[in-house]
T-cell receptor, first 109, second 113 residues
């Protein structure tokens, strides 16, 4: 079983709509969580950290559910520029980041 | 953005030849990492370093070695390249470790023929 699992998508979203997707992790001892964004043929870039109480950064909201071991990302008022692959990242109990394979989001006009 | 560069950006090499990829940072970050990215697998850790001459293996280290003789440089060597090592290789740096996230280089696209 992979440590971090994501729905690969693609999630096709009309411009202006809201999209949300989850990622599950297997290590209950994980302590830190992140969402990264990766554009086609580019490097991953940190989008936001995920805090226990949930957090927002503009149109992006991240939530953590420790009991069910998943994190979520919600994008409101989607823009064409939000089209990318979103990587779920979890700090495992050994102090290394484990990456999911990514969820592809395609925002259409 | 953090100063991190990878070289070369693209390389085609023949099976059985040694290949060295370079990661150079200007941020004086202590932690450096090498990942490979393949379709359906996500990023997988090859080797990492917590400081000069302090390196350790990741989950997919077979066939790879690393060296870090200076804070700013982290070299990844494929000792004898195989077609299964065709991949995109990313270097990452971190000031204070995984709790603070990583900054990635632009990647090296390696093809082994």
């Amino acid at each position: 079983r992979k440590e971090v699992e994501q729905d690969p998508g693609p999630f096709n979203v009309p411009e202006g709509a809201t999209v949300a997707f989850n990622c599950t992790y297997s290590n209950s001892a994980s302590q830190s969580f992140f969402w990264y964004r990766q554009d086609c043929r580019k490097e991953p870039k940190l989008l936001m950290s995920v805090y226990s109480s949930g957090n927002e950064d503009g149109r992006f909201t991240a939530q953590l559910n420790r009991a069910s071991q998943y994190i979520s990302l919600l994008i409101r008022d989607s823009k064409l520029s939000d089209s990318a692959t979103y990587l779920c990242v979890v700090n495992d109990s050994w102090g290394k980041l484990q990456f999911g394979a990514g969820t592809q989001v395609v925002v259409t006009p | 953005d953090a100063g991190i560069t990878q070289s070369p950006r693209h390389k085609v090499t023949e099976t059985g030849t040694p290949v060295t990829l370079r990661c150079h940072q200007t941020e004086n970050h202590r932690y450096m990492y090498w990942y490979r990215q393949d379709p359906g697998h996500g990023l997988r850790l090859i080797h990492y370093s917590y400081g000069v001459k302090d390196t350790d293996k990741g989950e997919v280290s077979d066939g790879y070695s690393v060296s870090r003789s200076k804070t700013e440089d982290f070299l990844l060597t494929l000792e004898s390249a195989t077609s299964s090592q065709t991949s995109v290789y990313f270097c990452a740096i971190s000031l204070a470790g995984p709790d603070y996230g990583y900054t990635f280089g632009s990647g090296t696209r390696l093809t082994v023929v």
